[in-house]
């Protein structure tokens, strides 16, 4: 029995997600691949006609329910700093530079927006109308698992808990954006997770705490 057309399309996105962070986004520069990242994922939402939420109320919603999960984030990294393996594998971990260009373009715009806008908003939102809002959010999940191999390589870290891991992050942020009804829930959780990660590493590596 063939695939329904949105169906298709749906495999077809997290197919070519997947293929863009393994095959060709990892051979750009980092200030090539940001800029395309963040088109890219414009370009995504538009043509998925995606809502994001950004403009009140949703907004709003989606900002008090992303600072909260940005705040138990923050707490979460802090207390990991306790465990010796963890500031371990923070202390090994490599530092892009220009720091602040990483923290200040690389994070919130290649990172953090093209992922959102991507993964949760673009292929969230197909895969929902394609399998269900349970089945869309667990397809994008995986597909956010997968897409982030080329970057356990490249790290040395384990692929399989890497997407695990990941997956599940994708998991609960499609949650939050579900939830909230915006893009800026799981946004503000994925800057916590990134930005407050990185300073916890670069803590570790400079103060050596």
């Known amino acids: 029995m063939p695939l329904q057309p949105n169906v298709g399309r749906a495999f077809l996105l997290a197919a070519a997600l997947t293929g863009w962070s393994g095959l060709i986004a990892p051979r750009l520069t980092p200030r090539w691949r940001t800029a395309a990242q963040a088109v ?5 939402v538009e043509r ?3 809502p994001l939420g950004l403009r009140p109320p949703a907004s709003r919603t989606g900002m008090r329910l992303g600072l909260r999960a940005a705040g138990a984030v923050s707490v979460a990294v802090a207390a990991a700093t306790a465990v010796p393996t963890v500031r371990t594998g923070m202390g090994r971990r490599n530092m892009p530079a220009p720091l602040a260009e990483w923290f200040l373009v690389r994070i919130p715009v290649g990172t953090v927006w093209s992922e959102e806008a991507a993964f949760r908003a673009a292929l969230g939102t197909v ?14 999940a995986v597909t956010f698992g997968l897409s982030h191999v080329a970057d356990a390589r490249g790290a040395g870290d384990t692929v399989v808990g890497t997407v695990a891991v990941t997956g599940c992050a994708g998991w609960v942020f499609g949650w939050l954006y579900d939830r909230s009804g915006s893009l800026a829930a799981p946004m503000l959780a994925h800057l916590a997770v990134n930005e407050v990660g990185a300073v916890a590493a670069l803590t570790v590596q400079r103060v050596g705490v």
């Open 127 to 140: 895969a929902a109308r394609a399998l269900g809002p349970t089945w869309g959010r667990v397809a994008q």
């Open 40 to 44: 890219l994922a414009a370009a995504l």
């Open 48 to 50: 998925a006609g995606a």
